[in-house]
Antibody
Framework: EVQLVESGEDLVQPGGSLRLSCSASGFTFSSYAMHWVRQAPGKGLEYVSGISSDGSTTYCADSVKGRCTISRDNSKNMLFLQMSSLRPEDTAVYYC????????????WGQGTLVSVSS | QSALTQPRSVSGSPGQSVTISCTGT?????????VSWYQQHPGKAPKLMIHEVSKRPSGVPDRFSGSKSDSTASLTISGLQAEDEADYYC??????????FGGGTKLTVL
């Protein structure tokens, strides 16, 4: 069974930084691109960041560009998201997501971790 | 990238059909056949319902179907059931390893 379990800071001050982790199991992690998608309270889904299976290609959305670093450790089946200069509008549930390479669908989602940016 | 445009809400009675539209541009929906749809119940993670415009993953009922014309994709749910009441999001590849979601549509089963 595929499992994606997110963890990280739940409360961060404005201007601060965070590092989210996602532990993956139940599939060959090193074969799949991975992504982060977030959802502000009561709002829709927003694509945040993605990384190729070998880590050679990364992308951060315009809303977080310059403040976002995505990385992975294939030896430990772990995905990471670092964000800096956090703003209140970064408050959201952050989902770790696996992308099915053949179909380009986001076929597995973690349960999400809530990050609140507030003083 | 700007979010794809979806209606905020749609509704239908049990047994009826509803269609949710998702409008983008030639840089996303119109440029690639990588449109997917997700169902999200309150407090739950999204679930993939349709990928590559019109293909259903294993386990998704054939009441769910997808299509695309130019820069507008559509999700049709036929034979509405109470458990279909949820939020639905479209998503499209937008090039350069980027993806964009729609704003979401709340489906109410009357």
């Amino acid at each position: 069974e595929v499992q994606l379990v997110e963890s990280g800071e739940d409360l961060v001050q404005p201007g601060g930084s965070l590092r989210l982790s996602c532990s993956a199991s139940g599939f060959t992690f090193s074969s799949y691109a991975m992504h982060w998608v977030r959802q502000a309270p009561g709002k829709g889904l927003e694509y945040v960041s993605g990384i190729s299976s070998d880590g050679s290609t990364t992308y951060c959305a315009d809303s977080v560009k310059g403040r976002c670093t995505i990385s992975r450790d294939n030896s430990k089946n772990m995905l990471f998201l670092q964000m800096s200069s956090l703003r209140p509008e970064d408050t959201a549930v952050y989902y770790c997501v696996k992308r099915q390479m053949a179909t380009n669908g986001f076929d597995q989602w973690g349960q999400g971790t809530l990050v609140s940016v507030s003083s | 990238q700007s979010a794809l445009t979806q209606p905020r809400s749609v509704s239908g009675s049990p047994g009826q059909s509803v269609t949710i539209s998702c409008t983008g541009t030639s840089s996303d929906v119109g440029g690639y056949n990588y449109v997917s749809w997700y169902q999200q119940h309150p407090g739950k993670a999204p679930k993939l319902m349709i990928h590559e415009v019109s293909k259903r993953p294993s386990g998704v009922p054939d009441r769910f179907s997808g299509s695309k014309s130019d820069s507008t994709a559509s999700l049709t749910i036929s034979g509405l059931q109470a458990e279909d009441e949820a939020d639905y999001y479209c998503c499209s590849y937008a090039g350069g390893y980027s993806w964009v979601f729609g704003g979401g549509t709340k489906l109410t089963v009357l």
